[in-house]
């Protein structure tokens, strides 16, 4: 399997973090559990690195092959969902991660599962028609950061790191039984949902603290 689906697939198949005494994927720099990463945009490789070369990549105005994965939680209390627009953006579960592939230059779906990450088919109007509707998603950094969005209870919609989506879908493949994928799984997503929704900055003041 080729191309993000395979990429994603390929890396979730491990944990994303190194365990002890794993080094650095650029320097060999020995790293812990606790590192950073940045993406290979062309071979849609995501890499444990260390703090030394993650600030090599941070600059996101630069053409670069690899980027830095930041550390930012987005919340977007106004995100809006017509009724139908899920259903016209062709995924079949309640919960779903969007990220703009730049190297394909087009936005890219998948979901969780049984057998990790499973992409979805996008058809690129409904998309635009959420994205017409939602003009703050605009904030997304391409190939690093991802839009969760998740419709079970209640319609919500975050950016988060691309890396956290890796970790929660590994998670999930690890733990899913059954056709809905049991308690254990339910109960990582809403550990996970916590988590992000502790982190999460609203849209609005991500905007108002920019430079202008």
Known sequence: MTGPLGALNR?????????????????????????????????????????GCYLLFTDASAELRYRAVPDRYVSFPEF??????????EIPVGLAFFFRNSTLDRTVAFYPGPAGATESELPLEAWDNVLAANPQLALLTDDVEALLI?????????????????????????????????????????????????????AQAVVSDAPS
């Open 11 to 51: 890396i979730t198949r491990t944990k994303p973090t190194a365990p002890v005494g794993e080094r650095c994927e650029m320097c060999a720099e020995p790293i812990g559990d606790e590192h950073q990463h940045v993406v290979n945009t062309q071979a849609r490789q995501l890499m444990c690195v260390c703090r």
């Open 80 to 89: 809006e969902l017509g009724p139908g627009q899920w259903e016209e953006l």
């Open 150 to 202: 998740r419709t079970n209870g209640g319609i919500t919609c975050h950016i988060v790191p691309i890396d956290a989506c890796y970790q929660l879908v590994g998670t999930l493949r690890r733990l899913w039984r059954g056709f809905d994928g049991g308690q254990d799984a339910h109960r990582e997503i809403e550990n996970f949902f916590a988590a992000v929704n502790a982190r999460s900055r609203p």
